[in-house]
Each structure stands twice: as C-alpha cells, then as structure tokens.
C-alpha cells in the first residue's frame, strides 16, 4: 500500500529543482545566506591530527596489515601508541618490523612504558625497530635493568650487537 504522501512528495520536489533550474542564481546569492562566509570553500577538509580513541587504537593496533597502513599514514602510530594498552598489542604484532620502517621513532613511543618495552624486548622483530631508533631503547634499560636481560635473551640479538656494537658496550654496563 502507498503512502498518501508519495505523489505529493514527489511533485513538490519535481517543481522544487525545476524553480532552481530556471533560477541558478538565488541559491548562490550570498545575501540570502550570511552565515557562510566566501573563505570556507578554500579550507580544508582534512583534520589537523588523527582522533584518539583508545577502543580504535587497540583495534588498529590487532589489525594484520597495519604497516601498510602506516606506510600511508605515520601519524597513525603516534596516535596508537598514545595508549598503554595498544602499545602493549602493539609491541606483540608480527609485523613490528615493517611498521618502524614507516615510523622511525616507534622505539622511543614503545619504550615509554616499562611493560611495553619488556614485551617490545620479547618480540623476534625487536631488531629491526632497536636498529632505525637507538635512544629509545637506552632510556629504557637506563630505567629498567630487567630490559637488557630480556634482550639478551631475544633470538635476534646476535643481528642486534652486529648492527649496532654500541648496544653491546651499553648493555654490558646494565646487566
């Protein structure tokens, strides 16, 4: 059964876009509309910063394919890591390696934390994010002696004391 307002609806609409039509002007007049000022057509519609929702970020932070996403955005890994928990998840994701080539400070914003940064330590890709940003991880074992232990015991610390003998020298001095 139709609605007794369909044709009626519908005719208003049709003699609606044809008044338009016929006067293009009106709807652009800016006398009629003084609210909208001529300079906000050349803004942006872009947001200066990502949203921070700590529920996106730890779903952000699960998702699989997050270094592409990285790659195309690398604010989006300053705004997960603003949460302890998706730092966390984060410091856990298999392809911790590719995400810190997109963002090279993902050393320094893992390690804020010290049970991040043990669990960043724990990690097989742990090399590769140690090696793009060094000063991370020595703020960390300067303030959490456990952390150079850990790393001792991570698969890759052969690659990691090759890549960078300084860390070798620093964690000799902390363990």
Request: one cysteine or more; glycine letters at 4%; a positive charge.
């Amino acid at each position: 059964m139709h609605s007794r307002w369909t044709i009626p609806g519908s005719l208003l609409i049709a003699v609606l876009s044809f008044h338009w039509a016929i006067y293009p002007g009106y709807a652009d007049d800016p006398q009629l509309r003084p609210g909208m000022s001529s300079t906000q057509g050349t803004k942006s519609i872009r947001p200066d910063r990502l949203r921070h929702d700590r529920k996106a970020a730890n779903a952000m932070a699960r998702y699989h394919w997050l270094d592409k996403a990285a790659q195309a955005d690398p604010h989006l890994i300053e705004s997960i890591t603003d949460f302890h928990s998706a730092a966390m998840i984060l410091a856990k994701h298999p392809r911790l390696g590719e995400i810190a080539e997109a963002d090279h400070y993902l050393c320094r914003r893992l390690t804020r934390w010290k049970s991040v940064a043990r669990t960043l330590a724990s990690n097989p890709q742990a090399d590769r994010v140690i090696s793009l940003d060094q000063e991370g991880i020595y703020r960390a074992i300067k303030n959490d002696r456990r952390l150079a232990k850990l790393l001792a015991r991570n698969p890759m610390f052969h690659r990691m004391i090759t890549e960078n003998p300084d860390l070798g020298r620093f964690l000799s001095t902390y363990m």
